[in-house]
């Protein structure tokens, strides 16, 4: 097995300028620092991480905690953080919280400076009660994808979700609808707010009824949820759904209450995620940048851990977009004419 005095002595150098030039530390010059690598090319050392651990106090990893990763979502940003820390020399360890509050705060509870040089929260879901195990952290940590207060403490890069209600609402208004009703996951109320506004803004409520909570993230959820809308009010002409999942129920729902998609209903859904562009209508939605998100919020980590400090305590929001597609339409808009 080579070693690094191997290296240094096919380089003409000490280990200890070894060790400096793989670390990245240390006065090397670059005539001296290029005869290393060109000994650790031609050698094909691999640094024993372990012991580079132990000695630097230094894991070379960012644990990143995530609610789930079997949607498009979270597995984007899942995605975008390893591609990122991998691109910086860095390892990824990740901890799936299930929906699971006692999980979480184990997972929470385990982690030392020994696991992780970093750590990076995405969605507050069964998290935000225990983030005070993180009080006396002694690496940094930062929140992402987070909609709940924030607590002061971290710093926070997000999406602005009121926004992101708003710009559905204000798609459903310019379209000329009033009669509307929300399908929402309890912790949306930021979303739920946006869209409210919208309807405010012309002199307009979205009544307390017209929320209905769906009772779990999924395509059965919004089913039900939609199903409970219609019911409640024959007469809703659009629906705003604060998950693209809950929104796929919704068309279901919208075809076994006989409701045609868009002629005489609207859906909007929030995430854009990929499965929208394929529904039947294809499915207008709030896109939201996720792997933007991700990348700002790991990199804010890794300049932390570069200049050996805490990130400052900070709230990066990031802007929503709208993606128009064929799930909505003008009020009371007929169906066109078939052949």
């Known amino acids: 097995m080579v070693t690094m005095q191997d290296v240094a002595e096919r380089a003409g150098v000490t280990k200890q300028t070894v060790s400096n030039v793989i670390r990245g530390r240390g006065a090397v010059s670059l005539p001296t620092a290029a005869r290393v690598r060109a000994a650790i090319e031609e050698l094909g050392y691999t640094p024993n991480l372990v012991a580079r651990s132990l000695a630097t106090g230094a894991t070379r990893t960012v644990g990143l905690f995530v609610p789930t990763v079997t949607g498009s979502f979270y597995a984007d940003i899942v995605e975008e953080v390893e591609d990122v820390l991998d691109a910086n020399g860095y390892h990824l360890l990740l901890c799936t919280t299930r929906l699971d509050g006692e999980r979480a705060k184990r997972h929470l509870a385990g982690l030392t400076s020994r696991s992780v040089d970093a750590l990076l929260i995405a969605g507050d879901r069964d998290l935000i009660d225990h983030l005070p195990l993180l009080a006396e952290a002694a690496f940094p940590v930062a929140l992402c994808a987070w909609e709940t207060d924030a607590p002061d403490r971290f710093p926070v890069v997000t999406i602005d979700y009121e926004r992101a209600g708003f710009l559905a609402g204000r798609h459903l208004r310019e379209l000329g609808h009033e009669r509307v009703a929300v399908l929402a996951s309890p912790d949306h109320a930021p979303r739920v707010a946006g869209f409210r506004r919208a309807f405010t803004a012309d002199g307009l409520t979205v009544p307390d009824g017209a929320v209905h909570l769906a009772s779990e993230p999924t395509p059965a959820g919004g089913f039900a949820a939609a199903t409970a809308a219609l019911t409640a009010d024959p007469r809703t002409t659009a629906l705003f759904a604060t998950h693209d999942v809950l929104a796929l129920g919704a068309l279901e729902a919208a075809r076994a209450a006989g409701r045609s998609v ?76 078939g052949p």
């Open 262 to 337: 868009p002629h005489d209903l609207s859906i909007v859904g929030h995430d854009d995620n990929p499965e929208v562009g394929v529904a039947r209508p294809a499915l207008t939605s709030v896109a939201i940048p996720k792997r933007e998100m991700a990348r700002e919020a790991v990199e804010l980590l890794l300049r932390a851990l570069t200049k050996s400090g805490v990130p400052t305590n900070s709230m990066h929001l990031l802007r929503p977009e709208l993606v128009v597609r064929d799930s909505t339409a003008p009020v009371g808009c007929a169906p066109a004419d």
